[in-house]
């Protein structure tokens, strides 16, 4: 499966940014996955932000999103996406989505997920 993500860039405290994240691939079915979106910082371990079931009744935040972020996916266009508000220097990151092994189950492992996008750079400056 091919994961392509876009929508990064220079923002200012305070602004928004909606990332989109295209899956694509002869035998993936986008569909029957739940997905995810992580972060990576410079200098800094890979975290969880969040993920969403196949269907997109069930969402999860990490912690640090406090209410911020949304995420949501489209089926019909293969892509997920993850709309970011009121964003701060810190959420300074690649962002990266990802394809999980289930469907209705989400989690912030990141071993339950199977594919990985190239990821998109967000900088928020103060």
């Known amino acids: 499966v091919q994961l392509v993500e876009s929508g990064g860039g220079l923002v200012q405290t305070g602004d928004s940014l909606r990332l989109s994240c295209v899956a694509s691939g002869p035998t993936f079915t986008f569909n029957t996955h739940a997905m995810g979106w992580f972060r990576q910082a410079p200098g800094k371990e890979r975290e969880f932000v969040a993920a969403?079931?196949?269907?997109?009744?069930?969402?999860y935040y990490a912690g640090f999103v406090k209410g911020r972020f949304s995420i949501s996916r489209d089926n019909a266009k293969n892509t997920v996406y993850l709309q970011m508000n009121n964003l701060k220097p810190d959420d300074t990151a690649v962002y990266s989505c990802a394809a999980s092994y289930y469907n209705e189950r989400i989690t912030y492992d990141q071993t339950d997920f199977h594919s990985w996008g190239q990821g998109t750079q967000v900088t928020v400056s103060s």
């Open positions: 969403i079931s196949w269907g997109g009744g069930v969402v």
